[in-house]
């Protein structure tokens, strides 16, 4: 047998992994009840178990000490699962850490998965009449309009091509605990590009900036507008910016798995992120990153009830008899906001709308022939999306924070079985 690179005797020092049990139904959590029998969602049992046997390859490469996973087919639920440890069971956890068991219910941070949330809140507002998103944003927020930024819209911040992507350098990480400082910093910040010309991704930046429009648009933050037009009406525990003291205990904890990352990787991490890799885990995990509000970062939710939202805007702004959008909203929210390029930050070929990342063919980022798939990732391997092709809402939830490592054969595996088993060709199989 061929040793594992997890087992060379280097990589106990470098690969950082968990100690994955030998009996995965002692990890793994799921109430029969809530996933209805695969033919009512127009799939058969053998791809359901599938998916699910990718979700638990997934978990055995050692990176991630949770996963939640949740999918709907038509509507209904299908998979409802999770496996492995909210706390206790991560890289350095010593053997006196009580653990904590993953369930479907357990809270965990979607990081840039937020954002989709954050732009769908700025096009209802567009939706209502209070904005425009082609307006400047300095018509909202006039201080905005220095250093040659004054033709920077809305649109663009949405879609990455605001020119603003980085936080400046040498600026101390945790300027994102302290709200009105780190938006004056942005207004007084330089743009590396004119609006609209170069597509880099906003990691940080942005969601600030959307933020701060909400806020002197509606005079309430942005928390707020969550709470009134989709937690609240939808019936959500979570899916807000950040939790509320009692609630923080119940949050899976982040941990930093799998390869360091190096060079040239930690130069792009660093400039996407304003930090290191190990660092923004660490801050991630910080009790004050819970009590602020960080529009493209910090939203807690369930997988489930990330299911739930993107299966209302597949159908068109209306769930369970509550209707949040009109569907012309959603359709200018899906839309593609330019042709695909490579982004300046990521460096990798990326297709947007304004405010979600969007699939492609023959492969994106939500797998094999995924072309009018909308959602967006969040670090490092979290995935949330709708597919309008194959009628599905999934949400993929983890706290291993791995760039690089074995996990991405069995993630990507993972994408193409969910593409594969849920197509209608391959209904009966």
């Known amino acids: 047998m061929l040793m594992s690179i997890r087992d060379l005797p280097l ?37 359901v178990e599938s998916i699910w046997s990718a979700v638990e390859d997934l ?3 050692g990176i991630h000490p949770a996963i939640s996973f949740c999918l709907r087919r038509r509507g209904k639920v299908v998979l409802k699962r999770a496996i492995g440890y909210a706390r206790g069971n991560g890289p350095g956890d010593g053997p006196d850490i009580e653990k904590i068991p ?28 209070k904005i425009n998103i082609m307006d400047p944003v300095s018509y909202y927020i006039p201080e905005f309009v220095s250093f040659g930024k004054e033709d920077i819209t809305i649109c663009h911040i949405l879609s990455h091509r605001g020119g603003i992507p980085n936080i400046p350098r040498n600026i101390d990480p945790e300027i994102v605990f ?27 930046t942005g ?25 609240r009406p939808l019936g959500f525990s979570y899916f807000n910016y950040g939790t509320c003291d009692e609630d923080n205990d119940k949050v899976a904890v982040n941990y930093y798995t799998g390869c360091p990352v190096i060079f040239p990787f930690s130069i792009y991490a660093k400039r996407a992120l ?18 602020e509000i960080i529009p493209s970062a910090n939203i807690v939710s369930t997988a489930d009830e990330v299911s739930r939202f993107f299966q209302l805007l597949l159908n068109g702004g209306e769930l369970d008899g509550v209707r949040v959008f009109e569907p012309i909203t959603i359709r200018r929210a899906t839309m593609e906001a330019g042709k695909p390029e490579i ?18 063919s023959p492969f994106g980022m ?27 809402s999934v949400s993929l939830l983890n706290t291993g924070k791995a760039l690089l490592g074995l996990h991405l054969v069995p993630f990507f595996r993972l994408l193409a079985r969910i593409s594969l088993y849920c197509s209608e060709k391959s209904r009966g199989e």
Not at 28 to 36: G, I, K, L, Q
Not at 343 to 360: C, E, K, W
Request: glycine share 8%; aromatic share 10%; net charge positive.
């Open 11 to 47: 990589n106990r020092y470098l690969y950082k992994t968990i100690k994955v049990p030998k009996e995965l139904k002692n990890v793994t959590s799921y109430r029969p009840e809530d996933e209805v029998d695969p033919s009512d969602a127009g799939m058969s049992k053998r791809g």
């Open 59 to 61: 978990y055995c490469t």
């Open 102 to 129: 993953a369930t479907p219910d357990t809270p965990i941070c979607l990081f840039s998965a937020s954002k989709a949330v954050t732009a769908m809140l700025i096009h209802l507002l567009a939706e209502r009449g």
């Open 178 to 204: 302290d709200h009105d400082a780190f938006t004056k910093l942005l207004f007084k910040s330089k743009p590396v590009s004119r609006g609209g010309r170069r597509m880099a991704y906003h990691a940080i």
């Open 207 to 231: 969601g600030f900036i959307l933020g701060e429009i909400v806020r002197r648009v509606t005079g309430k933050d942005i928390r707020e507008l969550l709470v009134e037009t989709l937690k």
């Open 274 to 291: 304003g930090s290191s890799w190990k660092e923004i885990v660490r801050i991630s995990n910080d009790a004050r990153f819970m009590k």
């Open 343 to 360: 982004d300046r930050t990521v460096m990798f070929p990326m297709r947007y709308s304004a405010g979600l990342i969007l699939g492609s």
């Open 366 to 392: 939500y797998g094999p022939f995924t072309q009018h798939a909308f959602g967006h990732l969040g670090f490092s391997n979290i995935l949330c999306w709708a597919d309008s092709d194959r009628d599905i």
